[in-house]
């Protein structure tokens, strides 16, 4: 085939596994992808579920991005490129690699200036109209598709995605060695944010929430100090220097502005309510900083050494597998609070 380099055995159809309608989840067979020049292709292998595929599965929108068309749903994925376009490196055919799964353009002034997840061009994995990753082949520039080591599960390499999503919140937070962290929310993104103060250094790290389960897996897993909020907890007492608000609800956030110390970081990392009451005179006074975080910037490369070397341990994340013709099911399963995070396994 003219352009491209490939394994020898590509097939011309494959396995898709689409969201038709809300709720409708059908296996579809569809033509194999074919790289661009400076793209790769990528036999999947495992696929993480997380709370937006759930989320456009049961609402068939998230704010103002709405499912209009047949959607492949699936972010969280790593595989083995199997073909790669005629400006890339025919060598790494066989490479394993973990999928960043964003494509900015790379020419705007956001991704000029380093802040590709801000790109107003953005095409992402899995967010109407671009497909995801639930099916048996993707194609993605060849500099998105991370290479991993094989001493890596495919569930950890598809779970470099949720902990980009706590690098990125920590690094906005500005966590180093010795800081203080408090994470509301011990659900998958809470869990990977502590995870990631952790391994940034932070030596105190208490995590709130509601579910005793859910506080138990988080002491257990980062050695995170789990607190109940509705127990003989004061959050003003605890002088964090970075807040990171991963549970989406407004009493939680309220709660983790005022452990916040002067001069600390809070970080917006889940998604709650669009318009909330803050205290702004109290934020004001004490010069806190108060963000939010959108994806990511160039985190895969220290997802995976953390993953890689232990200092993170992802596949201890991982509560349930499901197949390709599965994904319904695995889609519905996150109702448990018992469960952390599923995991569909496409190939290997
Ligand atoms: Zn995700
Ligand atoms: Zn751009």
Known sequence: MAGMTTAPTLPSTMRASVLT???TIALEERPVPRPGPDEVLVRVGSVGVCGSDVHYYKHGRIGSFVVDSPLVLGHEAGGTIE???DRVDADRVGQRVALEPQLPCRRCRQCKTGHLNLCPHMEFFATPPIDGA???YVVLPADFAHPVPDSMSDAAVALCEPLSVGLWANQKGGTRAGSTVFV???GPIGVVSAM?????GATEIVVSDLVESR???VAELVGATAVDPREGFDAADLGADVFLECSGATPALRDGLRAVRPGGTAVLVGHGDDEVMLPVTDLQV???TLTGIFRYVDTWPVAISLASTGRVDLD?????TYGLDEVETALTSDEDPTSMKSVVVVGS
């Open 134 to 136: 639930f099916c048996d």
């Open 184 to 186: 509301t929310g011990a």
């Open 83 to 85: 073909a790669v376009g």
């Open 21 to 23: 309608t809300v709720e």
């Open 196 to 200: 990631a103060a952790r391994a940034m």
């Open 286 to 288: 004490r010069e806190v």
């Open 316 to 320: 201890a994340l991982v509560t349930a």
């Open 215 to 217: 506080r138990q897996r």
